[in-house]
């Protein structure tokens, strides 16, 4: 495929991490029995911050869809093009000035005339708002995605997909635990070389996803002979999945395209997003659709580090505000990059070669920040990674130690974060904070999380929503729940048993002959309603011996139930 030259100019790059919604996960085989079809919901919905009123639009909008988890932030990150590339290269004959228009030039997916394609495009078509925030967040990286796409010699069709996938949101997180503006799942993103770890997750770094994510729809497209809308279902709700609707229909005597196959309905409208968007991007003027422009230069660059450097230290290095370089770099979890790699930043073009130069005349030991720790009474290196915010891996090896022993007046260095970490407003820790302090009722309960608990369960004790519970703590509702991890519960208002100072136990009591729901309330200092809800008996009139009820019980409030 020919390379398009074009001419560069400044720009101004703006990045926008606010609310919008993704549809889909994509398992490997073996998870892909597990991938959960989004719930049907009734009533006004919202896409990003836009609320829709209109029932058939609220359907449409949540055909599939499930809210995306990520940070209520607006950024702004300023940078130029390259211009020294610019003036390296041949100018061509056409100038293309407008990445999406670069886009739309080589699209040639066939669309078909259908209504489940015309009830996403006519979604899409009402609220150009939607795209006017995607095309915002778009812009730091369309550019270098179109580029790799256009290298492999893929459809181009496929520089749309994080536009049904996340929005283009790189802290996406969503059902089945996908996560980044391509959504992989854990299992997934290791089949496909995405590292993942403590310090890092390739999921959310655009770089490595983009490459995981080519790589995983060239397998696909070879997988199904082909066939690209087989592929793309594929790349939503899993290889198996598709290859069994085919043979079914092939059993039946029935036709094996994307429209003639049973699929669910999360995947039955993920690939007529796909082609809806392809249509009006290629057909704007004749929808009279305004798709905002993305000029058509590279802006950002891929620097090579050699080691851990310190997130601040970066920053400063590159005369940027930090937050601007963590949106740029949203793989990195903490407040440095992985020690074992990926050693590598993206920075703005114009800023590259400055960074690059500095950092090569400073030594490495200068690129984090150090402290001398004298080993006390109770001290082990888990602890002292707790405190100093790193891995004990990490103390062993700057301190070339062959065990986790450490001594009584041993000197330790440990490397620590150059700023105060709420600094790194952008890391996982402080994402996931800021998101639980976002106000949504009255008052906010601190629930941590015991052996057994359940976010269904959860929900059920402090009777709120399971969906918006898992949502409030930065997580999916069928995500584990560990032991001692701290959740927040935003109640309206709060009964005994949602008191913080409440010792909430879970209890499956059987019922004995001559039990009633009054009797078993009475027993253990609970509400009638709350055991039916707790167990779905609400019409129940009688209870029968043996019966198992489940029972939230304070234990600090018990009556003598002898």
Sequence with gaps: MSRQWFVYSSIALTMLLSGCQSPQTH??????????????????????KTPIKNQ???????????????PEEDLVVSAKPDEKDALDKEPAPVVITDVWARIANQLNFEVPDNRRVAVQRNWYLKHPEYMARVTRRAQPFLFYITSQIEEQEMPLELALLPIVESAFDPFAY????????????????????????????????????????????????????????????????????????????????????????????????????????????????????????????????????????????????????????QALNPGFNRWATDPDGPHHLVLPADKAENFTRQLASIDRDERLNWVRHTV??????????????????????????????????DHIMVPVALKALNAYALSQDQRLASLQNIQRADHKLVHKVKSGDTFWELSRKYKVDTRELAKWNGMAPTDPLHPGKELVVWVNKVSDSQRNDAVIK??????RKGDSLSVIANKFNVRIKDIKDWNDIANQRYLQPGQKLKLFVDITRLKNIG
């Design 174 to 325: 969503s059902h089945g635990r996908a996560a980044g503006m391509w959504q992989f799942i854990p299992g997934t993103a290791r089949r496909f070389g995405i590292r993942q770890s403590w310090w890092y997750d390739g999921r959310r770094d655009v770089i490595a996803s983009t490459d995981g994510a080519l790589s995983y729809l060239t397998y696909l497209y070879e997988y199904f002979d082909g066939n690209w809308l087989h592929a793309l279902a594929a790349y939503n709700s899993g290889e198996g999945r598709v290859r069994r609707a085919i043979k079914r229909n092939q059993q039946a005597g029935k036709p094996t395209d994307f429209w003639s196959l049973d699929l669910p309905r999360e995947t039955r409208a993920y690939v007529p997003k796909l082609l809806a968007l392809a249509d009006i991007l290629k057909n704007k003027q004749s929808y009279d659709f305004a798709w905002p422009a993305i000029e058509n230069v590279p802006v950002i660059k891929i620097v090579d580090l050699g080691s851990q450097v310190d997130l601040a230290f970066a920053a400063d290095l590159a005369g940027m505000d930090l937050k601007a370089l």
């Design 376 to 409: 006390k009474r109770g001290d082990s290196l888990l602890k002292l990674a707790n405190q100093y915010h790193t891995t004990a891996k990490i103390i062993r090896q700057v301190n070339n130690l062959d065990s986790n022993m450490i001594r009584i007046g």
């Design 56 to 70: 058939q639009d609220c359907e449409i909008a949540k055909d599939g869809v499930i809210d995306v988890i990520h």
């Design 506 to 511: 879970t209890l499956t009591y059987t019922v």
């Design 27 to 48: 398992p490997s085989p073996e998870t892909a029995e597990q991938t959960q079809s989004s719930s049907d919901e009734t009533g006004s919905c919202e896409v990003g």
